[in-house]
């Protein structure tokens, strides 16, 4: 059999898990730029990308300075997601009766909008940071349980008979069956989970806050500055893609061994 022939630099380039939706994006930035000048699109209604551009290399040090508060508010709500959203999961996955009490009212908790309640949040708790950490702790919170119920209910009941058979104790067999089992579906939470905080951290800015980026938003929209606006979004998209990548760095380092994490994979018909 002939041996396949080695990729060339460009191609292994071209291959490469970063460039591709690097390429993607650039793809967008031209026909967003193209759609604009082709509809005469008014600059007032959409900015071109240059001047988007030129919003974020000027006001760079400002954006970046707005951006710690937001930072600061996204991962304190995500890490107290995943601190109360684990361990919910376990009581609603072990235990029918806390299910029919507790998994019905966290779904009724979904559908009140959290726009609607955040300015209680300030009236409760004034204007600092605890407002905004509370609503990037809602958005987060139910994506975190929801997947890990799913990952804990899931686990093989044989495998846990298995465990007990052997004499383990109900620690032993958690950490060895129930856990791993379900770690990937956690993991699959959480990461949902810190996308949504961002966004939860920034309805807190709406709101009641005189920093951070969506302080700097609301600020563009009252001066219909969209050029600053579109800047503040390309700065919250930038956050929540470095976010979600921590999380799946971590993810890779926790569960090395599960499919998903495997580069190569063959399917044979």
Known sequence: MAEPKPQGAISK????????PFLFLVFIVVAWDLAIRLFRIPAYQIPSPGDVLAVLRTEWPELLRQSSPTTYATVCGFLLSALFGIPVAMLIAGSKTVESYVYPLLVFSQSVPKIAIAPLFVVWFGFGIIPKVISAFLLGFFPVVVSAVQGFKS??????DLARAMQGSRLQVFRAVNLPHALPAIFSGLKVSVTLAVVGAVVGEFVGSN?????????SIG???????????????LLGVILFWIVDRIEKLVIPWHVSQREDVIFAS
């Not at 920093?211 to 600020?219: A, D, E, F, L, N």
């Open 13 to 20: 380039l071209l291959n490469a898990a970063w460039v591709r």
């Open 223 to 237: 001066t219909f500055d969209l050029p600053t606006m579109f800047a503040a979004l390309v700065i919250l998209a």
């Open 211 to 219: 920093s951070g980026i969506g302080y700097v938003m609301q600020r």
């Open 155 to 160: 686990v093989d009941p044989d495998m846990v």
